[in-house]
T-cell receptor, first 113, second 111 residues
């Protein structure tokens, strides 16, 4: 079992460029999440999805968009990258919401210059 | 919204000693309190969790206690080993589909 797989692992973007981060899970989980991790800030929720075709805003959604067209995939898009979006991004999934164990991917380190 | 405070931010112990990390939360409706361990270059991994109807839970060298009245919960690691060195996050969740994390504790176990 691969669990939760994130693509890519590292990326450097120029300010204003766009990109999509892909998250794939093979555990048939309904819930999926995108977090960002910054030094001294812990993990902050960007967007989440409670099922295929649904998305919702988290704590820090500005500058990001998401899509969940297939149950196993959750895409995070940056339309016009800014240096403030330099961070490590983690995708996670769970069976039945935040009151159950979340399984995290290995992270994507994004640098915006 | 929920606010989770975690202390200390760094903790250094000698191998074999105990380590305690404390968290407080603000939302009295929170009912699920997991602890995650993050090793360098990896994603967080659940090590233990506790629900609001339980006061204490143990799993080998790891234990978590919950005081609902005071709205705080703690992670206890006994007989620490070098492989326990990592960043530990507490979190709290209520029914609004959000898991709020503390800012993390860097635990270093010195051989």
């Amino acid at each position: 079992n691969a669990g939760v797989t994130q693509t890519p692992k590292f990326r450097v973007l120029k300010t204003g460029q766009s990109m999509t981060l892909l998250c794939a899970q093979d555990m048939n989980h309904e819930y999926m999440y995108w977090y960002r991790q910054d030094p001294g800030m812990g993990l902050r929720l960007i967007h989440y999805s409670v099922g295929e075709g649904t998305t919702a805003k988290g704590e820090v959604p500005d500058g990001y968009n998401v899509s969940r067209l297939k149950k196993q995939n959750f895409l995070l898009g940056l339309e016009s990258a800014a240096p403030s979006q330099t961070s490590v991004y983690f995708c996670a999934s769970s069976t039945a919401g935040p009151n159950t164990e979340a399984f995290f991917g290995q992270g994507t380190r994004l640098t915006v210059v | 919204g929920e606010n989770v405070e975690q202390h200390p931010s760094t903790l250094s112990v000698q191998e074999g000693d105990s380590a305690v990390i404390k968290c407080t939360y603000s939302d009295s409706a929170s009912n699920y309190f997991p602890w995650y361990k993050q090793e360098l270059g990896k994603g967080p991994q659940l090590i233990i969790d506790i629900r609001s109807n339980v006061g204490e839970k143990k799993d080998q060298r790891i234990a978590v206690t919950l005081n609902k009245t005071a709205k705080h919960f703690s992670l206890h690691i006994t007989e620490t080993q070098p492989e326990d060195s990592a960043v530990y996050f507490c979190a709290a969740s209520s029914s609004n589909y959000k898991l709020t994390f503390g800012k993390g504790t860097l635990l270093t176990v010195n051989p």
